[in-house]
């Protein structure tokens, strides 16, 4: 995020670049590919969801989990960071953490944006416009209504038995730009009252010659979201979680905020 998003890697810069370029574009290509039918979600990210197994299941609610996104190109891994993620999607706040500790949080409440690094100086700002649960990262959370349920399968990272939904989401054309197909996967977890399901891991994957959307199909690569670790959706609930210190300080910031540039 240029961003609360700033995690670890195990390839420093281009490496972490591209992974988060590639994971946003799963999301951006989904909002461009609206025009086409079959085509009308995002990029899963992590939640609780209401549903029937065989359909496509609604997600929302509150959550705290540590998240890992992993890239992989030709089936080996290229690039993987982590970091903590706490959001409520009734209020719409949500709070990123860092390995270092620092962290990025919106509290909707008096609609501000915290920046707190790992010295404990803080900045708030004020975003440009209204959260909405059509914004990231909320968004992050729909999956396509065009999925379908594919039975019972263990999620690629946390081989956790799930049930997986699945849609390939059409190659297009924009502006010239020839986008490629996006074979889309989401597998998510019946809780213990069979009334909700909880996001284990989601995929994105695309297959090119070259460079991605130049038709061919030597090369593949992949961004994976891990959200099993540490799902806490009680965590998510308090709004504690997004509350700053009274002992923490923090100085206004004139810095012009978009909920898109965050993520």
């Given at each position: 995020?240029?961003?609360?998003?700033?995690?670890?890697?195990?390839?420093?810069?281009?490496?972490?670049?591209?992974?988060?370029?590639?994971?946003?574009?799963?999301?951006?290509?989904?909002?461009?590919?609206?025009?086409?039918?079959?085509?009308?979600?995002?990029?899963?990210?992590?939640?609780?969801?209401?549903?029937?197994?065989?359909?496509?299941?609604?997600?929302?609610?509150?959550?705290?989990?540590?998240?890992?996104?992993?890239?992989?190109?030709?089936?080996?891994?290229?690039?993987?960071?982590?970091?903590?993620?706490?959001?409520?999607?009734?209020?719409?706040?949500?709070?990123?953490?860092?390995?270092?500790?620092?962290?990025?949080?919106l509290?909707?409440?008096?609609?501000?944006?915290?920046?707190?690094?790992?010295?404990?100086?803080?900045?708030?700002s004020?975003?440009?416009g209204?959260?909405?649960?059509?914004?990231?990262?909320?968004?992050?959370?729909?999956?396509?209504?065009?999925?379908?349920?594919?039975?019972?399968?263990?999620?690629?990272?946390?081989?956790?038995?799930?049930?997986?939904?699945?849609?390939?989401?059409?190659?297009?054309?924009?502006?010239?730009?020839?986008?490629?197909?996006?074979?889309?996967?989401?597998?998510?977890?019946?809780?213990?009252?069979?009334?909700?399901?909880?996001?284990?891991?989601?995929?994105?994957?695309?297959?090119?010659g070259?460079t991605?959307?130049?038709?061919?199909?030597?090369?593949t690569?992949?961004?994976?979201?891990d959200?099993?670790?540490?799902?806490d959706?009680?965590?998510g609930?308090?709004?504690?979680?997004?509350?700053?210190?009274?002992?923490?300080?923090?100085?206004?910031?004139?810095?012009?905020?978009?909920?898109?540039?965050?993520?």
């Open positions: 995020m240029g961003t609360p998003v700033s995690p670890q890697s195990t390839k420093r810069g281009s490496g972490k670049v591209k992974l988060q370029l590639f994971l946003r574009s799963c999301l951006t290509n989904m909002f461009k590919s609206l025009m086409l039918p079959a085509v009308l979600a995002i990029l899963a990210f992590v939640s609780s969801c209401s549903a029937a197994l065989t359909t496509p299941p609604t997600c929302g609610g509150t959550w705290c989990a540590t998240v890992k996104e992993i890239m992989y190109t030709n089936e080996t891994i290229s690039s993987s960071h982590s970091f903590d993620m706490c959001m409520d999607t009734v209020s719409l706040n949500w709070k990123q953490t860092k390995p270092d500790g620092s962290y990025s949080m509290n909707t409440a008096d609609n501000k944006l915290y920046n707190v690094n790992a010295r404990g100086k803080c900045t708030v004020v975003p440009q209204v959260a909405d649960a059509s914004q990231m990262p909320f968004s992050f959370m729909d999956i396509d209504s065009a999925a379908h349920f594919q039975g019972q399968a263990n999620s690629p990272d946390s081989a956790i038995d799930s049930s997986k939904y699945y849609h390939n989401r059409p190659s297009y054309s924009s502006n010239g730009v020839k986008l490629p197909a996006e074979q889309m996967t989401w597998y998510v977890l019946p809780s213990s009252d069979d009334a909700t399901f909880q996001m284990v891991e989601t995929t994105c994957g695309q297959t090119y070259t991605p959307g130049d038709g061919g199909t030597s090369s690569q992949s961004g994976n979201r959200f099993s670790s540490n799902f959706a009680a965590a609930a308090d709004s504690a979680t997004y509350t700053v210190p009274e002992s923490l300080d923090c100085e206004s910031s004139n810095e012009e905020v978009t909920f898109a540039s965050l993520f």
